[in-house]
């Protein structure tokens, strides 16, 4: 009878049917687990002599089909959990180089100090320029340990770099009777100084002392001709700055401060800085005239004023920490320019010059030393910062994650593992958060999407069904003892 066999049938594709639910509510607490549901079909059909209808001969598993809906996020307090919210699998491949997927960011650093899943493999990253942010490079494992900051020089001026000081300049101060000398200088010369730590291109740190001079004011000078004053011939407002360095770096006399350049700041009556220009040192002697053809009078290099440099939106300095030289710039402001009703500069976003105390309130030099690594965090966009001990937060690596077009045929390898397979589709590699692929969540971990409602009733529908089709083989087999009976 072959009610035996469609039971039998039944018996086997419930008892598969109830792995399947009994998998699925054991790892309801497994990170990043995807539940599975069973899809059944029945078997051939056999035709019934002198009918015209089919008589089914049982049933079969069609397909164990996996459910890939996202998992709640729980939070955790270490940083290398990760979860993805969204779509997309992190990408691990093992010592033979096979690739696997996996949901579960339940990560670590092995004794090399490079990011792995639980089960050992590696988790992929990309390199990362540190300067411009860009991606580069085939996928590779993410090995933190010996990670180090290059050094960095203190910037040209250009982009932003160099020294940016914003400070009050005493307006109410008096010029200083001692001429500056900048082969010698002493604190006689100057009003105000504050300093600086700069960084040449091998990471080392150097002082650089700012001092700054007030200028006398000169009235303008009377046209002879006309009895009037000669525009730009007088000066008020006006100050001298100088970049001081100690002599010893430079193979001179420790004891002694050299001044390596300067400039000059002019402001308006009310204390707004109009512009700030580059300087250059005039050795004085008989005869000697600056570029303008003024007389140098004897005595120590003079400082004459020289227009910015092309290009370059603040003045500069050159130094020679090494054969060549290093040029750093130093921003004092945008200035301003009050007789231009369309200029949206301030003069207020640097140095000042108003009847109060001389003070910085604010310093800041680009460049640094070497630094090695301290810590680390990961954005949502999967990238990895590194944190490093000379202050450096630079970029390091970003996580590569792979989508398919059928998640449900990946096929299960174990250790919450999936791996491509013919019905998956091929992987489609991206980075998180780029409008395709999910974003990274950081101390976070997906937990498993086990739905225990769910799956109880299942349990329960597959108990019944098993019941039923064991009932129908205690009945054929009813039916075959009472066929034996009618030959008695």
């Known amino acids: 009878m072959f009610a035996l066999n469609s039971g039998a049938s039944a018996l086997n594709a419930y008892g598969e049917g109830m792995t399947v639910v009994g998998s699925n509510i054991a790892n309801v607490n497994t990170v990043g687990y995807k539940s599975s549901r069973v899809n059944f079909q029945d078997m051939l059909a056999t035709q019934v002599r002198g009918a ?71 988790v992929m ?32 001026g250009t982009n932003n770099t160099g020294v940016r000081i914003a400070a009050n300049l005493n307006a109410e101060v008096t010029v200083p009777a001692v001429p500056f000398d900048p082969t010698n200088v002493q604190s006689e010369m100057f009003n105000f100084s504050t300093s ?27 046209d002879a001709a006309t009895g009037q004053p000669i525009p730009g011939s007088g ?4 100050w001298q700055w100088y970049a001081v360095f100690n002599a010893g770096e430079f193979q001179g006399n420790p004891e002694q401060l050299v001044a390596l350049g300067g400039g000059f700041l002019r402001f308006a009556d009310n204390g707004r800085l109009l512009e700030s220009t580059n300087g250059q040192f005039v050795a004085a002697g008989p005869g000697q005239v600056g570029p303008t053809g003024q007389l140098i009078p004897p005595g120590p290099p003079q400082l004459v004023r020289r227009p910015l440099n092309e290009g370059v939106p603040v003045p500069q300095i ?27 500069r301030t003069g207020l976003d640097g ?31 999967g990238i990895i910062n590194g944190h490093f001990d000379n202050g450096a937060i630079q970029p390091v690596y970003r996580l590569v994650l792979t989508r398919f ?37 950081s101390q976070n971990l ?3 999407n086990v739905d225990l409602s769910t799956e109880f009733v299942r349990m329960i529908e597959t108990q019944r069904g098993f019941q039923a089709n064991a009932k129908s083989i205690t009945a054929s087999d009813e039916m075959l003892a009472d066929l034996v009976a009618m030959k008695r």
Do not use: W
Request: hydrophobic share 35%; charged share 25%.
């Open 318 to 344: 050159v130094v020679p920490f090494f054969e060549t030289p290093q040029t750093i710039g130093l921003n004092f402001g945008l200035g301003s320019n009050p007789f231009d009703p369309t200029d949206g």
């Open 125 to 156: 990253v990309q390199d990362i320029n540190r300067v411009t942010g860009e991606i580069q490079g085939f996928a590779k494992q993410a090995k933190m340990v010996g990670l180090t900051s290059p050094p960095t020089a203190t910037g040209d």
């Open 405 to 441: 077009q059928n998640n449900p045929g990946l096929l299960r390898q174990g250790d919450n593992k999936f791996a491509e397979s013919l019905t998956s589709g091929r992987p489609v590699v991206g980075n998180p958060n780029d409008g395709t692929f999910g974003s990274v969540r």
């Open 351 to 381: 140095i000042t010059q108003f009847a109060a105390e001389s003070k910085v309130s604010k310093l800041e030099a680009d460049g640094g030393k070497v630094g090695n690594l301290e810590g680390f965090d990961i954005t949502a966009a």
């Open 446 to 448: 997906e937990k498993s």
């Open 196 to 222: 600086a730590i700069v960084y040449d291109e091998r990471g080392g740190e150097h002082v650089m002392n700012i001092v700054f001079r007030k200028m006398a004011d000169t009235p303008q000078q009377i």
């Open 235 to 238: 000066s008020r407002n006006q």
């Open 52 to 122: 015209k209808q089919t008589i089914g001969k049982g049933v079969s598993i069609a397909s164990v089909q996996g459910e890939f809906t996202p998992g709640s996020l729980e939070s955790s307090t270490r940083i290398t959990d990760l979860a993805i919210e969204g779509d997309g699998f992190f990408t691990l491949r093992d010592e033979f180089g096979r690739t696997f997927y996996s949901r579960a960011g339940n990560f670590d650093f092995d004794k090399e100090g490079v990011l792995v899943a639980p089960s050992g493999e590696k």
